[in-house]
């Protein structure tokens, strides 16, 4: 007996049967715009559909949002995106994220079969992409000479960065007689060995009018230059394939010519700031060389015999002050001690005494001193000393003081 399935099975198995197959995942569908609503939600819901066959479509908010384009109900346009399934419905549908009118769709075609073909050789590589040179000396411009987009960027390099010198390559920009040209003008820049860096310009247009750099031999040329390649190519919102093969993309051809240059009044400045700050360290370091100079001068100076004669003299000069202070101190002392000593003689001297009315008495013949009665006999001759002379004096009686 055949196999049973759920709706929701056999749902789920078709899409996985549609989510497994790779040329579901991103296909283009040409339709006529019908059934379109706008949701509250930013979503779009819309059918394509053409004699035969009606498509359900969704695209997200920010897929809706991205589009260059407002389509409108009857618009026969070119949709891309992948093949889902709906569960809940059982439908399949196209997920969009890519809606452009139909009469640039075999362009688009071109471009994104291009584009993946040369993706897979690894053109757009980024590990290819080279650094654009900070200052450089000749900027190489491939473009044309009457173009906005050119005097765009000399008015530009000459506001910004006036000493670099421009190198023009020119070529058409437009039109099938454009990309063998642009080759042409590129080789002739690698060729010229002053170059640093080329910038490829135009100015913007449509689709059409961009389609030269789309070309795959100028695309070619671009991704094997020896020099780094900048593109400014339309307007932001372009991009072309030379873009993706470029080191580095901007937006227009003005902002290109800003990034390829550095601010010369910024750098200017920029250089004034490293002046002052190359003075100021110059500066601290002779400082530095001064004080380290005088310090070995002075340590120098310490071990000259000149210094050490003036220490030494210094040192004498300051023992001799010290011993006479010494001995002048001692002098002092001793004429102290001396002036002590005398006036303790001269109040123990016996003229002392005789200056208070005392009397130095002493035996005529053999001079001793008298001190008691009983040191004299009676008719003794006596020397009585006086303080201003002396008398002679006989012992005519003795009276003894009882105890």
Same mark, same amino acid.
């Given at each position: 007996m055949t196999e049973t399935?759920?709706?929701?099975? +056999?749902?789920?198995?078709?899409?996985? $049967?549609?989510?497994?197959?790779? /040329?579901?995942?991103?296909?283009?569908?040409?339709?006529?715009?019908?059934?379109?609503?706008?949701?509250?939600?930013?979503?779009?819901?819309?059918? +394509?559909?053409?004699?035969?066959?009606? $498509?359900?479509?969704?695209?997200? /908010?920010?897929?809706?949002?991205?589009?260059?384009?407002?389509?409108?109900h009857g618009d026969r346009v070119l949709a891309r995106g992948r093949v889902a399934v709906y569960e809940a419905r059982g439908q399949y549908q196209l997920m969009c994220d890519q809606m452009q009118p139909a009469g640039v769709g075999d362009l688009n075609r071109q471009f994104e079969l291009l584009k993946i073909k040369l993706e897979a050789e690894g053109l757009f590589d980024t590990d290819r992409k080279r650094p654009i040179p900070a200052f450089p000396h000749q900027i190489g411009v491939v473009t044309s000479p009457t173009t906005a987009a050119f005097q765009d960027i000399q008015n530009v390099l000459r506001r910004r960065y006036p000493l670099v010198e421009v190198i023009l390559s020119p070529t058409l920009v437009q039109g099938k007689e454009a990309p063998p040209q642009i080759v042409e003008a590129i080789r002739r820049l690698n060729d010229y060995t002053q170059v640093d860096v080329i910038l490829l310009a135009r100015g913007g247009g449509s689709l059409e009018d961009l389609w030269c750099f789309n070309d795959e031999t100028v695309v070619r040329a671009v991704a094997g230059s020896r020099l780094p390649v900048i593109t400014g190519v339309g307007h932001e919102i372009d991009f072309t394939l030379v873009d993706f093969a470029a080191d580095y993309r901007a937006p227009t051809p003005s902002a290109a010519a800003e990034i390829l240059t550095p601010d010369g009044e910024a750098l200017r400045n920029t250089i004034e700031i490293w002046r002052d700050q190359m003075a100021e360290s110059i500066q601290a370091c002779l400082d530095d060389q001064r004080q380290g100079i005088a310090q070995q001068t002075r340590w120098l100076g310490r071990l000259s015999p000149a210094h050490n004669i003036q220490t030494s003299r210094q040192r004498i000069d300051d023992l001799l002050s010290r011993a006479a202070r010494s001995i002048e101190n001692d002098l002092a002392r001793q004429r102290e001690r001396l002036a002590s000593q005398t006036r303790a003689l001269e109040s123990a001297s016996p003229l002392a005494l005789l200056q208070r009315g005392y009397a130095l008495v002493t035996r005529a013949g053999d001079g001793r001193r008298v001190s008691s009665v009983n040191d004299a006999a009676e008719g003794t001759l006596l020397h009585i000393t006086l303080h201003d002379g002396r008398l002679t004096a006989s012992v005519q009686k003795r009276e003894k003081r009882e105890p």
């Open positions: 399935y759920t709706v929701w099975e +056999l749902t789920t198995y078709i899409r996985d $049967l549609l989510d497994l197959d790779p /040329k579901l995942q991103q296909v283009w569908v040409e339709g006529e715009l019908s059934n379109l609503t706008r949701a509250s939600s930013g979503h779009w819901y819309f059918t +394509l559909k053409d004699d035969r066959s009606e $498509l359900k479509c969704v695209m997200w /908010k920010a897929a809706a949002a991205a589009l260059n384009y407002n389509p409108q």
